[in-house]
């Protein structure tokens, strides 16, 4: 009868723990290979990101660097759907700026600024439509925070999407006028806004 793979331990994290790496989400650490480069060697870890079917090789020396971190505490979570229920924050500023941000927000790992940009670009049913480029960010945000939440609590993406859904019905009514200039705002959108919102589209896939 074969034995279970030991798991292997590196600067804190170990192999078949799931991890968070910013430029993609949630990932599993399915591996640990060496390599010789000019002479010497070294190791990384390799990280399957199952949705993306896509594979990371991280040295292990440029782990903090790159921002790979540890799955969100069960406080972090908590605070994450608590954030989705407070009231939207949208600023003032050109429809390219705000995504601009939100793009950053969605890309830095964190999970308490993902679950702004879910906020902030979630629209009810008796609200306006989202525009394209806005649909895309949410989506892509709502997918981040699932993703780690589902992790977290050991529930399916499905559940997952549904517990935070809930949350954000118990978040306050935005006014419509206020969901009106907001939607033509992201209609009225630049060419460079949505060769972003492409662009991180395409990462993702990379």
Known sequence: MATAKKPVQRHGFKTSEFVVYPAHGVGQITGLEEQEVAGFKLELFVINFEQDKLTLRVPIPKIESAGMRKLASDEIVTKALKTVRG?????????????????????????????????????????????????????????????????????????????????????????????????????????????SANDEKSEKAA
């Open 87 to 195: 009231k939207a924050r949208v600023k003032r500023t050109m429809w390219s700026r705000r995504a601009q941000e939100y793009e950053a927000k969605i890309n830095s790992g964190s999970l308490i600024s993902i679950s702004e940009v879910v906020r902030d670009l979630f629209r009810s049913e008796n609200q306006p439509e989202q525009s394209y480029s806005e649909r895309q960010l949410y989506e892509a945000a709502l997918e981040r925070m699932s993703r780690e939440i589902s992790a977290v609590n050991k529930i399916s993406a499905t559940e997952s999407v549904a517990l935070i859904e809930k949350n954000l019905a118990l978040a306050p009514k935005r006014g419509l006028k206020t969901d009106e200039a907001d939607s033509q705002a992201g209609e009225a959108e630049t060419p460079s806004a949505k060769v």
